[in-house]
T-cell receptor, first 110, second 113 residues
Framework: EDQVTQSPEALRLQEGESSSLNCSYT??????LFWYRQDPGKGPEFLFT???AGEEKEKERLKATLTKKESFLHITAPKPEDSATYLC???????????FGQGTRLTINP | DGGITQSPKYLFRKEGQNVTLSCEQN?????MYWYRQDPGQGLRLIYY???????QKGDIAEGYSVSREKKESFPLTVTSAQKNPTAFYLC????????????FGPGTRLTVT
């Protein structure tokens, strides 16, 4: 069974304090790994798709990386507006659906 | 602007009543999905559809029904058979080939008392 585990469950940082969020996964044939940002009471907003180990994607202060077992979302010099829940999901080649982790709730204090 | 709309944003119902949640997209996507999100849990797939007039059950389809009469629309009915219907419901869509990311609507929060 495909599974996604995200850690930590919650993370508090000071503005400017860089850190990383982890997404560990098991899937039989990875089609893609996806990162989303979700603000309270809103739908997830797509950030990145990673397809193969070694791939990296960047957007503003965020960089996503992928290995064969996990993905990291690195956040550099975060700002309070980066506060949100970050969701990781995987899709297997044989499946149409995404399997989501439980998310990491990130809070950036000014 | 292309996107996914869900209505209403908040919905309140009495136990025992069926309720239908609307989802419309103008992204020309073939596939559409319904997820349920509960506090502390990841998104769970209820139903999905890859083509008009066809749909498949997801992981938690019991107590729900869907239809796909038009490419743009994928309404979800929460029936009285659903034991714990209070939740945040999210609709998504995607293309079928190439990049596979799903794009989400703003969600409907359903409260059943």
């Amino acid at each position: 069974e495909d599974q996604v585990t995200q850690s930590p469950e919650a993370l508090r940082l000071q503005e400017g304090e860089s850190s990383s969020l982890n997404c560990s996964y098991t899937v039989s044939g990875l089609r893609g790994l996806f990162w989303y940002r979700q603000d309270p009471g809103k739908g997830p907003e797509f950030l990145f798709t990673l397809y193969s180990a070694g791939e990296e994607k960047e957007k503003e202060r965020l960089k996503a990386t992928l290995t064969k077992k996990e993905s990291f979302l690195h956040i550099t010099a975060p700002k309070p507006e980066d506060s949100a829940t970050y969701l990781c999901a995987v899709q297997a080649f044989r499946a149409q659906k995404l399997v989501f982790g439980q998310g990491t709730r990130l809070t950036i204090n000014p | 602007d292309g996107g996914i709309t869900q209505s209403p944003k908040y919905l309140f119902r009495k136990e025992g009543q069926n309720v239908t949640l609307s989802c419309e997209q103008n992204l020309n996507h073939d596939a559409m999905y319904w997820y349920r999100q509960d506090p502390g849990q990841g998104l769970r797939l209820i139903y999905y559809s890859q083509i008009v007039n066809d749909f498949q059950k997801g992981d938690i389809a019991e107590g729900y029904s869907v239809s796909r009469e038009k490419k743009e629309s994928f309404p979800l009915t929460v029936t009285s058979a659903q034991k714990n219907p209070t939740a945040f419901y999210l609709c998504a869509s995607s293309i079928m080939e190439g990049s596979y990311e799903q794009y989400f609507g703003p969600g409907t929060r359903l409260t059943v008392t």
